[in-house]
């Protein structure tokens, strides 16, 4: 862990193919000069509506259509409308790949909005490298990544992490069990949660993954009951976070004296878990569907009213909500017969809005400055958030890791 970062404490953690014959740069530009000429601006969706992470990623869909569909109705950008196509990778790592490829490829998007998961955005990122195409992830991720043609809107380890372990810490106690599903994202946020802690004094009572989709948790709540932890710190994604909640609540566990602490459990997961199994429980997020400002008040209404009014907004869909309207104030610094997914980028870097969580910037690193905030679920499924940050968090995707930065230019070595 980078020691500058840690000691300076939240708010500080430092400043932030071919085709046809054809090569992909010239295909984008001649395209370009074809969107300025119909008047649309071709924008891709690329979110499971089917499969095991349709449960999240319908909402982050449906956040981002809705920024669109608003966008639109204001009268487009630069006079012209944004065109959406949408695919439905159907929650495989593989067909998300084949799908962006068509949205860059054959539908020539300026930029895709897509997914939840670190397996199905490392499954794009080639695609959208060689195609010198731009992809809009709104999504918490484990950081240790650097493209120049990814957005990265959600929170990295750091702005996650840096407050809400020493809190844990302080306020339950240094004997962590780490859960998460096995892939990528879980390890390498229990990596920083194990380093940050052991430099606070504590120990890793058990570390373990489960399968995505894991649902019977019975012998993992038998180890938790022989480990007698003070925290559960969990990554787990989706139905296998809903199961375990669920399952944690029957086994008769006290929140209050063993609380699950989780990264990723937000109003959607809660929702399906129900108020009271949750009820307790923590969080670290940068935005919650209660948070107070007028953005957030506007954001929920028009989101109710679009998809029905018992409709929860949360982190993730924030994300993909705002990171639409990013996209839009890039496209207005840009001349319109210039509009590549490359210019995008260029312009992208220092745009602050007004999210629903409070202004977020857009750093040269393409991840975004968030406001973090600790919080404990209620019954009625909603936050009670316990700890703001008191600024807003740069973004550093190798905090953990001595001698890497990643900066306006890519990943830097020392
Ligand atoms: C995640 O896989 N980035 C939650």
New binding site residues.
Partial sequence: MKRRSFLTGLGAAGVAGAVGGLSAPALLSSAGRAWAQSGEIPVGLLFSLTGEVAVVERTLHDAALLAIEEINAAGGVHGMQLKTFIEDPASDPATYADRARRLFIRDKCVSVFGS??????QAVLPVVESRKGLYWYP????GRECSRNIMYG?AVPNQQQQEFVPWLFENFGGRFYLLGNN????KEENNVCRMILERLGGEVVHEEYVPMGHSDFSSVINRIRSNTPDVIFC?L?GDSDVAFARQYHAAGFDPEKMPVAS??RSEVEVAAIGGDAAAGHLSSAPYYMGYSSPENERFVEAYKSRFGSNQVTHFVSEAAYFQVYQFKAALEKLDPANITPEAIRDAAGGIAINAPQGEVVIDPNLHTHLWPKIARWKSDGQAEILVQSAERVAPDPYWAYEGEVCTGEGLVRS
């Fill in positions: 939840y998961t670190s397996a199905s955005r999504t918490l991720y484990e959600g892939y990528v994202y879980p990554t994604v990264l990723t």
